[in-house]
T-cell receptor, first 116, second 113 residues
Framework: GAVVSQHPSRVICKSGTSVKIECRSL??????MFWYRQFPKQSLMLMAT?????????EQGVEKDKFLINHASLTLSTLTVTSAHPEDSSFYIC????????????FGNGTRLTVT | KNQVEQSPQSLIILEGKNCTLQ??????????LRWYKQDTGRGPVSLTI?????NTKSNGRYTATLDADTKQSSLHITASQLSDSASYIC????????????FGTGTRLTVIP
Protein backbone atom coordinates (compact mmCIF):
# COMPACT_ATOMS: atom_id res chain seq x y z
CA GLY A 1 0.00 0.00 0.00
CA ALA A 2 0.90 3.64 -0.24
CA VAL A 3 3.59 4.69 2.21
CA VAL A 4 4.59 8.10 3.46
CA SER A 5 8.00 8.38 5.06
CA GLN A 6 8.80 11.16 7.49
CA HIS A 7 12.28 12.01 8.73
CA PRO A 8 13.62 12.49 11.31
CA SER A 9 11.40 10.73 13.82
CA ARG A 10 12.90 12.70 16.69
CA VAL A 11 14.98 15.84 16.86
CA ILE A 12 16.29 17.96 19.69
CA CYS A 13 17.57 21.42 18.94
CA LYS A 14 18.57 24.56 20.75
CA SER A 15 16.50 27.73 20.79
CA GLY A 16 17.21 29.94 17.84
CA THR A 17 18.23 27.18 15.47
CA SER A 18 16.24 25.87 12.50
CA VAL A 19 15.03 22.34 11.94
CA LYS A 20 14.00 20.71 8.68
CA ILE A 21 11.52 17.84 8.52
CA GLU A 22 11.11 15.79 5.36
CA CYS A 23 8.00 14.05 4.11
CA ARG A 24 8.29 11.63 1.20
CA SER A 25 5.69 9.63 -0.67
CA LEU A 26 7.50 6.39 -1.42
CA UNK A 27 5.38 4.69 -4.05
CA UNK A 28 3.11 7.36 -5.41
CA UNK A 29 3.20 10.94 -6.56
CA UNK A 30 1.56 13.53 -4.36
CA UNK A 31 0.73 16.92 -5.79
CA UNK A 32 -0.60 17.88 -2.38
CA MET A 33 0.76 17.11 1.06
CA PHE A 34 -0.46 18.30 4.42
CA TRP A 35 1.39 19.29 7.57
CA TYR A 36 -0.13 18.94 11.02
CA ARG A 37 0.85 19.73 14.54
CA GLN A 38 -0.31 17.68 17.48
CA PHE A 39 -0.10 18.57 21.14
CA PRO A 40 -0.26 15.87 23.82
CA LYS A 41 -3.65 14.21 24.11
CA GLN A 42 -5.09 16.41 21.36
CA SER A 43 -6.03 15.68 17.78
CA LEU A 44 -4.18 16.80 14.71
CA MET A 45 -4.28 20.47 13.79
CA LEU A 46 -3.78 21.28 10.13
CA MET A 47 -0.99 23.81 9.72
CA ALA A 48 -0.68 24.10 5.98
CA THR A 49 -1.31 22.49 2.63
CA UNK A 50 1.80 21.97 0.57
CA UNK A 51 1.33 22.24 -3.20
CA UNK A 52 3.94 20.94 -5.60
CA UNK A 53 5.45 23.74 -7.62
CA UNK A 54 3.60 26.54 -5.87
CA UNK A 55 3.31 28.28 -2.54
CA UNK A 56 1.86 26.50 0.44
CA UNK A 57 -1.53 27.47 1.82
CA UNK A 58 -1.36 28.20 5.53
CA GLU A 59 -4.16 27.89 8.05
CA GLN A 60 -5.20 30.90 10.03
CA GLY A 61 -2.83 31.65 12.87
CA VAL A 62 0.12 29.74 11.40
CA GLU A 63 3.13 31.96 10.69
CA LYS A 64 4.36 31.30 7.17
CA ASP A 65 7.73 32.89 7.89
CA LYS A 66 8.28 30.62 10.84
CA PHE A 67 7.10 27.38 9.27
CA LEU A 68 8.63 27.31 5.81
CA ILE A 69 7.21 24.72 3.46
CA ASN A 70 8.81 23.61 0.23
CA HIS A 71 7.28 21.08 -2.14
CA ALA A 72 9.93 20.89 -4.82
CA SER A 73 8.95 17.54 -6.30
CA LEU A 74 5.96 15.22 -6.52
CA THR A 75 7.40 13.00 -3.81
CA LEU A 76 8.96 15.38 -1.33
CA SER A 77 7.72 18.17 0.90
CA THR A 78 9.78 19.78 3.64
CA LEU A 79 8.78 21.76 6.71
CA THR A 80 11.44 24.01 8.22
CA VAL A 81 10.85 25.40 11.69
CA THR A 82 12.93 28.57 11.74
CA SER A 83 14.37 30.19 14.84
CA ALA A 84 12.81 27.50 16.98
CA HIS A 85 11.58 28.29 20.49
CA PRO A 86 10.61 25.90 23.28
CA GLU A 87 6.93 26.53 22.55
CA ASP A 88 7.49 25.04 19.09
CA SER A 89 8.14 21.69 20.76
CA SER A 90 5.45 19.40 19.45
CA PHE A 91 4.65 16.38 17.31
CA TYR A 92 4.61 17.24 13.61
CA ILE A 93 2.93 14.90 11.12
CA CYS A 94 2.63 15.01 7.35
CA UNK A 95 0.15 13.28 5.10
CA UNK A 96 -0.47 12.83 1.41
CA UNK A 97 -3.08 11.48 -0.96
CA UNK A 98 -2.12 9.28 -3.86
CA UNK A 99 -5.07 10.23 -6.01
CA UNK A 100 -7.90 12.78 -5.96
CA UNK A 101 -9.36 14.80 -3.13
CA UNK A 102 -11.44 11.90 -1.85
CA UNK A 103 -8.83 9.18 -1.75
CA UNK A 104 -7.51 8.15 1.68
CA UNK A 105 -4.84 10.12 3.45
CA UNK A 106 -1.60 8.32 4.19
CA PHE A 107 0.22 9.66 7.20
CA GLY A 108 3.87 9.75 8.06
CA ASN A 109 4.95 8.48 11.46
CA GLY A 110 5.54 11.96 12.74
CA THR A 111 8.49 13.93 14.06
CA ARG A 112 8.89 14.69 17.76
CA LEU A 113 10.54 18.09 18.00
CA THR A 114 12.01 19.22 21.30
CA VAL A 115 13.48 22.69 21.54
CA THR A 116 15.70 23.30 24.56
CA LYS B 1 -20.01 25.30 10.87
CA ASN B 2 -18.38 22.01 9.97
CA GLN B 3 -17.49 20.12 13.13
CA VAL B 4 -16.66 16.62 14.26
CA GLU B 5 -17.16 15.62 17.88
CA GLN B 6 -16.07 12.38 19.45
CA SER B 7 -17.00 10.73 22.70
CA PRO B 8 -15.87 9.68 25.12
CA GLN B 9 -12.62 11.61 25.33
CA SER B 10 -10.98 8.69 27.03
CA LEU B 11 -11.92 5.14 27.91
CA ILE B 12 -10.34 2.37 29.96
CA ILE B 13 -11.50 -1.21 29.49
CA LEU B 14 -10.37 -4.66 30.51
CA GLU B 15 -8.70 -6.88 27.97
CA GLY B 16 -11.22 -9.05 26.19
CA LYS B 17 -14.13 -6.64 26.65
CA ASN B 18 -15.95 -4.83 23.87
CA CYS B 19 -16.31 -1.07 23.51
CA THR B 20 -17.98 1.48 21.27
CA LEU B 21 -16.65 4.89 20.30
CA GLN B 22 -18.91 7.63 18.99
CA UNK B 23 -18.51 10.30 16.33
CA UNK B 24 -21.07 13.02 15.59
CA UNK B 25 -20.57 15.46 12.77
CA UNK B 26 -22.15 18.48 11.13
CA UNK B 27 -20.03 18.42 7.96
CA UNK B 28 -21.99 19.20 4.84
CA UNK B 29 -22.17 18.26 2.06
CA UNK B 30 -20.94 14.91 3.34
CA UNK B 31 -18.59 12.80 1.28
CA UNK B 32 -17.19 10.09 3.54
CA LEU B 33 -16.09 9.30 7.06
CA ARG B 34 -12.94 7.50 8.10
CA TRP B 35 -11.79 6.06 11.38
CA TYR B 36 -8.07 6.17 12.07
CA LYS B 37 -6.04 4.49 14.80
CA GLN B 38 -3.09 6.42 16.12
CA ASP B 39 -0.58 4.68 18.35
CA THR B 40 1.36 6.93 20.69
CA GLY B 41 4.17 8.68 18.85
CA ARG B 42 3.08 7.39 15.45
CA GLY B 43 1.04 8.66 12.54
CA PRO B 44 -2.63 7.67 12.16
CA VAL B 45 -3.50 4.54 10.21
CA SER B 46 -6.81 4.13 8.40
CA LEU B 47 -9.18 1.48 9.80
CA THR B 48 -12.35 1.94 7.78
CA ILE B 49 -14.02 4.30 5.34
CA UNK B 50 -17.77 4.87 5.22
CA UNK B 51 -19.58 6.50 2.34
CA UNK B 52 -23.10 7.88 2.34
CA UNK B 53 -24.73 4.63 1.23
CA UNK B 54 -22.94 2.36 3.69
CA ASN B 55 -24.40 1.51 7.09
CA THR B 56 -21.79 -0.84 8.45
CA LYS B 57 -18.32 -2.05 7.57
CA SER B 58 -15.99 -4.41 9.37
CA ASN B 59 -12.24 -4.73 9.47
CA GLY B 60 -11.34 -7.67 11.67
CA ARG B 61 -12.40 -6.88 15.23
CA TYR B 62 -13.33 -3.32 14.23
CA THR B 63 -16.86 -2.58 13.00
CA ALA B 64 -17.90 0.91 11.96
CA THR B 65 -21.46 2.07 11.51
CA LEU B 66 -22.82 5.17 9.87
CA ASP B 67 -26.21 6.83 10.14
CA ALA B 68 -26.13 9.59 7.55
CA ASP B 69 -29.54 10.87 8.60
CA THR B 70 -28.53 11.58 12.18
CA LYS B 71 -24.91 12.25 11.16
CA GLN B 72 -23.52 9.76 13.61
CA SER B 73 -20.91 7.06 13.34
CA SER B 74 -19.64 4.50 15.79
CA LEU B 75 -16.60 2.27 15.97
CA HIS B 76 -17.11 -0.99 17.83
CA ILE B 77 -14.11 -2.96 18.99
CA THR B 78 -14.72 -6.58 19.84
CA ALA B 79 -12.65 -8.72 22.21
CA SER B 80 -10.20 -5.92 22.93
CA GLN B 81 -6.48 -6.58 23.05
CA LEU B 82 -3.70 -4.67 24.77
CA SER B 83 -2.50 -3.54 21.34
CA ASP B 84 -5.80 -1.74 20.81
CA SER B 85 -4.61 0.91 23.25
CA ALA B 86 -4.37 4.02 21.06
CA SER B 87 -6.21 7.15 20.03
CA TYR B 88 -9.04 6.68 17.57
CA ILE B 89 -9.74 9.62 15.32
CA CYS B 90 -12.85 10.24 13.24
CA UNK B 91 -12.22 12.24 10.05
CA UNK B 92 -15.08 13.49 7.90
CA UNK B 93 -14.64 14.64 4.32
CA UNK B 94 -16.84 17.23 2.69
CA UNK B 95 -17.63 17.05 -0.99
CA UNK B 96 -16.39 20.55 -1.67
CA UNK B 97 -13.78 22.98 -0.45
CA UNK B 98 -10.04 23.24 -0.76
CA UNK B 99 -9.63 22.02 2.79
CA UNK B 100 -12.36 19.41 2.91
CA UNK B 101 -11.21 17.31 5.87
CA UNK B 102 -12.49 17.77 9.40
CA PHE B 103 -10.85 15.98 12.31
CA GLY B 104 -12.41 14.88 15.56
CA THR B 105 -10.42 15.34 18.76
CA GLY B 106 -10.12 11.60 19.18
CA THR B 107 -10.91 9.03 21.84
CA ARG B 108 -8.00 7.73 23.85
CA LEU B 109 -8.56 4.02 24.55
CA THR B 110 -6.55 2.16 27.15
CA VAL B 111 -6.90 -1.60 27.41
CA ILE B 112 -5.66 -3.03 30.68
CA PRO B 113 -4.89 -6.67 31.48
Amino acid sequence: GAVVSQHPSRVICKSGTSVKIECRSLDFQATTMFWYRQFPKQSLMLMATSNEGSKATYEQGVEKDKFLINHASLTLSTLTVTSAHPEDSSFYICSARDRGNHSPLHFGNGTRLTVT
Amino acid sequence: KNQVEQSPQSLIILEGKNCTLQCNYTVSPFSNLRWYKQDTGRGPVSLTIMTFSENTKSNGRYTATLDADTKQSSLHITASQLSDSASYICVVSAQTGANNLFFGTGTRLTVIP
